[in-house]
């Protein structure tokens, strides 16, 4: 399996009973090295304006104004140079971080709930109560949308383009198979009587 990957269904394509959802490791590390590259630029242009406006309180303006001057020169230079980086990285790096199984596979949705093979460990069955996604807005104006997957201890933040099969694939095949959600009739396996006939009370009652 490549790391591009291929999506998976269980029987019944494309309307099966599972989803394999991918992730371009590969691809998230090219991002998280041109995001370096973009913010290494920044770092020195910041730390290059933070030295001339140390250098014009320090020469050109005395007294308390010049104080002040260099106070935010320096500040200036501590902004550009230690938190800015780390703001603009953690997106990039979180994902190219992300544990995937050896098929490049992230996790595989099911009637039964969300499976999830953290790089070399044992499949771990999540039910559909402790875990749930949905899209999130861009990070930045003009880029992809991202999926929000929340898991238990293991919040992900995904960009869309670095997912495959695509998200809509993705979120429609989540709310098929989440029994809380899906709009087919057909429970999954395990759920008790109760949560069905709630379930059924809900999607015939009138809007």
């Known amino acids: 399996m490549s790391e591009t990957g291929t999506s998976e269904h269980g029987p019944g394509a494309p309307g099966g ?34 030295v001339v406006i140390v250098a014009v309180g320090v020469f050109l303006i005395d007294g308390v104004a010049g104080y002040l001057v260099i106070a935010f020169g320096v500040l200036d230079g501590l902004f550009g140079v230690l ?4 703001v603009l990285l953690a997106g990039p790096r ?14 595989v ?14 499949p771990t069955e999540i039910p559909y109560s402790e875990a749930s996604l949905r899209r999130l807005a861009p ?3 003009g880029g992809p949308a991202r999926l929000a997957v929340r898991l238990p201890g293991e919040p992900l ?13 993705i ?13 087919t009739g057909r429970p999954a396996p395990g759920i008790s009587p109760q949560v069905r006939v ?5 999607r015939t009652a009138p809007h």
């Open 17 to 50: 009973d599972e989803l394999r959802v991918f992730f371009h490791r590969e691809k998230a590390r090219e991002s998280l090295e041109r995001s370096q590259r973009s913010v290494s630029m920044i770092r020195m242009s910041m730390l290059f304006a933070a």
């Open 83 to 86: 938190w800015l980086p780390r």
């Open 94 to 107: 979180a994902n190219a971080e992300v544990a995937i199984a050896e098929d490049s596979s992230l996790l």
């Open 109 to 122: 949705l099911t009637t039964a709930g969300v499976r999830r093979t953290p790089g070399d460990g044992a």
């Open 139 to 141: 990070a930045t104006t």
């Open 157 to 169: 933040d995904l960009r869309a383009d670095l997912l495959h099969p695509d998200l809509e694939e």
């Open 171 to 183: 979120l429609e095949a989540y709310d098929r198979l989440n029994p809380a959600r899906s709009t």
């Open 198 to 202: 709630a379930v059924a009370r809900e």
